[in-house]
């Protein structure tokens, strides 16, 4: 598979830097008819009915995403909680820790404060300083019934225009996705990721992901773009995180203000890129190995150079990162070794990722 190139969609001043689209899981099962159920098969609606699905949806949610100023740049986010709790991503709040918010058709701005961000995942909080009445939290749906072909609204501020809504379809999923490092983005690898084809633009970031039943699944992180046309932006190819990894992340930051159970999977080992004799990357060597952790329990050693990870190939320390960010804590894989120049195999248990947030 040819890798594509994507840019984060994270500020008004449409600044954005290329990174790789790793391997991805198969898209899940069969296209979704027009209902507004999400995974519910129903007769087709008419043209009006579905006029009015779209307008119910923006009227439930809409009310839901704001618009986050920070310096120079904005991005969206969404109101979490009736205590002014704000989920977006980490990427718009950067390394600031004051905001302006604006909600939904108003102007009046408020002032915010950062509550905790999670790198790691590109996810992060912040918090209204005096909450107004009336907050409306969204609701997050469930991310094992997003499926290939449901409808999906984008809402947001692409470009500083608030209170914006693009749609699209849910055009695969279980995505793992490698953003960029620098110019704001922290260059996290994400696993199961929602694409879609609605419109994803710079201020997007943040924004909500929804389906016809007014839940969020997913927030809005993540454009393609084309890099043999310049970096010119590649148009029905956007990512989101899932709702379960934002609910996951978000009720941490707010309960404890940092991020203690990741909910990603670990090998329990430090590496580098290994190159071969032609200075080609060749796989990712152990550096260190965690006493007592999943690597060491299978027997893995400084110096093993891993090259599969299941049936997926590892040829550096990115494509360990990416392949170990589509798996979950638990679970069981093979990993393929080489040491002293003979290739082996060793079963391993998963660990969870340790944080440092």
């Not at 809409?62 to 989920?87: R, W």
């Not at 909080?125 to 009336?134: A, D, T, Y």
């Not at 934002?246 to 707010?254: E, F, K």
């Amino acid at each position: 598979m040819t890798a594509a190139a994507l840019a984060l969609a994270g500020c008004s001043s449409g600044s954005s830097s290329s990174a790789k689209s790793s391997s991805a899981s198969p898209a899940a099962s069969s296209a979704a008819s027009s209902s507004a159920k999400t995974g519910s098969s129903a007769p087709p609606v008419s043209g009006n009915q579905l006029q009015d699905a779209y307008q119910k949806v923006i009227a439930d949610v809409l009310p839901s995403v704001v618009q986050i100023t920070t310096g120079d740049s904005l991005g969206s986010g969404i109101v979490y909680d009736d205590k002014g709790d704000i989920v977006t991503n980490a990427h718009v709040v950067g390394t600031a820790t004051t905001f302006t918010v604006t909600l939904a058709n108003s102007t009046k701005s408020l002032d915010a404060s950062l509550v905790g961000s999670y790198p790691d995942s590109d996810l992060a909080v912040i918090k209204l300083s005096s909450p107004p009445g009336g907050l409306k939290p969204a609701a997050f749906g469930d991310s094992g019934k997003v499926q290939l072909g449901q409808i999906t609204l984008a809402m947001g501020s692409p470009l500083g225009l608030s209170s914006s809504v693009t749609q699209g379809i849910v055009s695969a999923t279980g995505r793992t996705v490698s953003e960029p490092r620098g110019g704001g983005s922290p260059g996290a690898t994400i696993g199961n990721m929602v694409q879609t084809s609605a419109a994803i633009n710079p201020g997007n970031s943040g924004g909500a992901l929804v389906n016809l039943d007014s839940q969020v699944i997913g927030i809005n992180t993540l454009a393609a773009t084309e890099p043999q046309a310049g970096g010119a932006a590649a148009p029905g190819i956007g990512f989101a995180i899932p709702a379960s990894t934002i609910t996951n992340i978000a009720d941490q930051l707010i309960k404890q203000g940092k991020v203690t159970n990741s909910g990603r999977a670990a090998l329990g080992v430090t590496a580098r890129t290994s190159f071969n004799q032609q200075f080609q990357p060749a796989g990712a060597v152990v550096v260190t190995v965690s006493a007592g952790g999943p690597a060491a329990s299978a027997g893995l050693q400084p110096g093993d150079v891993i090259t599969k990870l299941g049936d997926t190939a590892v040829d550096s320390l990115n494509a360990l990162t990416t392949a170990l960010a589509s798996l979950t804590p638990g679970g069981k894989v093979t990993v393929t070794y080489t040491r002293d120049g003979a290739s082996q195999t060793a079963d391993v248990t998963l660990g969870t990722l340790e944080t440092t947030s």
